[in-house]
DNA sequence: TCTGAAGAAAAAATCGATATTAATTGAAAT
DNA sequence: ATTTCAATTAATATCGATTTTTTCTTCAGA
């Protein structure tokens, strides 16, 4: 029951605009929607059964988040994807993660703990079958080993990092099922390195496991 | 004579939300309006001269840069600073624009150099009364100095840092004149570097003409 | 047949008005 | 005097309509 942070004040309303921010990126994120293609506000009004502003604000905060572009007076069209910005988006990854991993280890307690360690129990867990949801308990492992960096800033990179290449796990692995090579044990080593703060190894287990995924992953896209 | 981007098409129009995003943004940097201020609606529509769709449009924009926040369903306000702030932002662009430099002189060819000493020219002969401008001139120059690299998204990440950043110094600098201190001699050290392709020269001096400047302004700021 | 200009159609950007929601004030009750 | 609740006020969020811009189509002229 993931209601977003909007309900913070108790209510369980969401905004127009939050409602259609979400699921308009996660229609971009998930590959329902191409890479460039064109994403007509009257359209959409449509689909996501709202106005032309929430609309519009939505694509806004998409366009910041770089998975929309704007186009001058021409409107708004879903970012498009190649091997070039894969590469660059995994290199930054390894590069930024490895950043905020380090300072979270440094700065890690019992509870940063207890969370990761149930983080990487859900997922274990998850169906591997339900890509969207398996993704959600993906993320929140990932994330989760990040959190006790004391950086707010290098952590919103990184999470827009993340979804940026999720991206393409979406683009890639609609035919072939993720999770051929061994993920299950690579998550494992990252937690075994994680909880005993090993931060070289955890930094090189994450590295590794992001290079494998990323080494499989632009054989597909090719 | 910097129109931005949206002048693509030829024509010299602009839209009134990328207007009113630049007017604004500006305004919050400069410290024209204060951190924390809240951003009504009707009086930025006064403002800016212009109507409900395209402030907000602008704000939305905003939020993403990290110059605004947004409030669940009560409006917007400048984003808070604090010392805290301050120093991540200074360890993330010392961390960040080293990874850039690194690669924009790898990659570096004839006209980046080229680029980076007319850039350093026009900075060492604008006006320092002029805070504004000279701002202008201190961004390309540090901004030219990474601009082969060949990362987009990492060279839109430390633009976002630089602006987080130069908000502090005006926020500090408004009474104390900026530029006691050599930076004259940190900047010509620094271009110095950079056309004999010395990465570890030009990255050291780099981070340490940024700890320099950061050191100054946590003074400042307390 | 090709080129280019004019007009028509489509879409985006913007505006003003309405509906919602939060903040404030003041009165009543403890 | 203080707290609570209700009514008022203010501001946000949203919508439908209008204006402006771009794109598409048609038709005249070379």
Same mark, same amino acid.
């Given at each position: 029951?993931?209601?977003?942070? %909007?309900?913070?004040?108790?209510?369980g309303? @969401?905004?127009?605009?939050q409602?259609?921010? &979400?699921? &308009? +990126?996660?229609?971009?994120?998930t590959?329902k929607? @191409?890479p460039?293609?064109?994403? !007509?506000?009257?359209?959409?009004k449509?689909?996501? @059964?709202?106005?032309?502003s929430?609309?519009?604000?939505? &694509?806004?905060?998409?366009?910041s988040?770089? *998975? /929309?572009? +704007?186009?001058?007076q =021409?409107?708004?069209r879903?970012?498009?994807t190649? =091997?070039?910005?894969?590469?660059?988006?995994?290199?930054l990854?390894?590069n *930024?993660?490895?950043?905020?991993?380090?300072?979270? $280890?440094?700065? %890690?307690n019992?509870?940063?703990?207890?969370?990761?360690?149930?983080?990487?129990?859900?997922m %274990?867990?998850a169906d591997?079958?339900?890509?969207?949801?398996?993704?959600?308990?993906?993320?929140?492992?990932?994330m989760?080993l990040l959190?006790?960096?004391?950086?707010?800033?290098?952590l =919103?990179?990184?999470?827009?990092?993340?979804d940026?290449?999720?991206?393409? =796990?979406?683009l890639?692995? !609609?035919?072939?099922?993720y999770?051929?090579?061994?993920? @299950?044990?690579e998550?494992?080593?990252? $937690?075994?390195?994680?909880?005993?703060?090993? /931060?070289? !190894? /955890?930094?090189?287990s *994450?590295?590794?496991?992001?290079?494998?995924?990323?080494?499989? $992953?632009?054989?597909?896209i090719g």
């Open positions: 029951m993931d209601t977003t942070a %909007s309900e913070k004040h108790g209510n309303t @969401q905004s127009s605009t409602r259609a921010y &979400l699921e &308009l +990126r996660s229609a971009i994120i590959g929607v @191409q460039g293609e064109r994403l !007509k506000v009257e359209t959409l449509e689909t996501l @059964q709202t106005g032309i929430p609309v519009r604000e939505a &694509l806004s905060l998409l366009t988040d770089q *998975l /929309v572009e +704007r186009l001058d =021409r409107g708004f879903v970012a498009k190649s =091997r070039a910005q894969f590469e660059e988006i995994l290199d990854r390894c *930024l993660e490895a950043m905020a991993l380090r300072d979270s $280890l440094e700065s %890690s019992r509870e940063w703990e207890d969370a990761l360690v149930l983080a990487h129990h859900h %274990s867990q591997r079958g339900d890509l969207e949801g398996f993704e959600t308990h993906h993320k929140h492992f990932h989760t959190a006790a960096c004391r950086s707010p800033i290098l =919103r990179f990184c999470d827009q990092l993340y940026l290449n999720v991206r393409y =796990r979406y890639a692995g !609609k035919s072939k099922s999770g051929r090579r061994n993920v @299950q044990a998550h494992r080593e990252i $937690l075994d390195a994680a909880v005993k703060r090993d /931060v070289e !190894k /955890v930094c090189a *994450l590295i590794a496991h992001y290079r494998n995924t990323g080494a499989f $992953l632009a054989e597909q």
